[in-house]
């Protein structure tokens, strides 16, 4: 009876609280509730469902090999369609989930066996089949680079792993050439495959042009800061003035900029270098920054 009747308090007292929280939407602007909008309903038939798995009709050691070793894909691979004619089913062939065998070979990494299938009378026209996903070749690898790319399986967790993102391998970057037929790249462009863009506008690839909005507005209001009270302030006041942006100096800078004047002018100066570069569309690093400070500029 005890124990019923702490649980009839307990029921009670969640009754409480949810009449309580009721009550309180209830009182949010309008324009709260207004931003909560019913979730749309998609009739049955408008709502894709990705086709039901079908029985594979690509040999099943080529398959196990994509995501084996690239070689071995090579290799079984050649071997079976070698004597094919460009009329051959076997063209065709999907997996159980719709991927061609330029998808496969998409996923085994393997700008060979790329190559090859792209160099039989019929491999051009796989680049344009999608799999069960809808993604085509390309798509599909750009998909698997980027899940490489950003997240990193530890144990049973998946963690987040893109800040430690340098580039793509040499062969990675090989198989997005050749599926995007590019022959001829130019330097940026293949900054842009090494650095995971996919939008082709990254300088550099790897700061797009909202990453560089961002730090470049961020540039100038530092630059505004570090150069404001540079003649009216003292040494020990203007550190004291700015010491948030200075926490990652050495100590040995940080006592300079206090005791040297001409210090805080050449802080002034780098800071509008970093500003000027994201301007002009440069990446701020050591390089670009140098080529502005260099005298034969000014
Ligand atoms: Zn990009
Ligand atoms: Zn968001």
Not at 9 to 17: H, K, S
């Amino acid at each position: 009876m005890a124990k019923n009747g702490h649980f009839d308090d307990a029921c009670a007292e969640v009754l409480r609280i949810n009449q309580r929280r009721h009550d309180k939407i209830k009182q949010l602007p309008s324009f709260w509730m207004q931003a909560v909008k019913p979730i749309p309903q998609i009739a049955a038939e408008d709502d894709y469902d990705p086709p039901p798995p079908a029985p594979s009709t690509i040999p099943g050691p080529i398959i196990q090999a994509s995501t084996a070793s690239p070689a071995k894909f090579f290799r079984g691979m050649t071997a079976h369609y070698f004597f094919l004619g460009s009329a051959d089913k076997q063209w065709s062939a999907t997996d159980g989930v719709g991927n061609t065998i330029l998808h496969l070979a998409a996923f085994a990494e393997s700008p060979d066996a790329i190559d090859w299938i792209l160099k039989r009378p019929c491999g051009t026209g796989l680049l344009h089949k999608r799999n069960n996903n809808g993604d085509t070749p390309l798509e599909a690898l750009q998909f698997k680079l980027e899940k490489k790319r950003t997240r990193q399986l530890l144990q049973s967790s998946i963690v987040a792993c893109s800040d430690q993102f340098e580039s793509y391998d040499h062969t990675a970057v090989q198989c997005l050439l050749k599926l995007q037929g590019l022959k001829d790249p130019s330097w940026n462009e293949m900054r842009r495959l090494e650095g995971g863009c996919t939008c082709g506008e990254c300088v550099d690839g790897c700061l797009s042009p909202r990453m560089r909005l961002v730090l470049e507005n961020e540039a100038e209001s530092i630059y505004l800061k570090l150069r404001c009270g540079l003649a009216s302030m003292s040494g020990t006041t203007y550190f004291e003035e700015n010491k948030n942006l200075l926490t990652f100096l050495s100590d040995y800078c940080k006592k300079i900029i206090k005791h040297n004047k001409s210090v805080r002018c050449g802080l002034v100066s780098l800071s509008q270098h970093v500003n000027a570069s994201l301007c002009c569309g440069l990446l701020p690093d050591e390089d670009n920054i140098m080529y502005g400070l260099r005298p034969s500029r000014r």
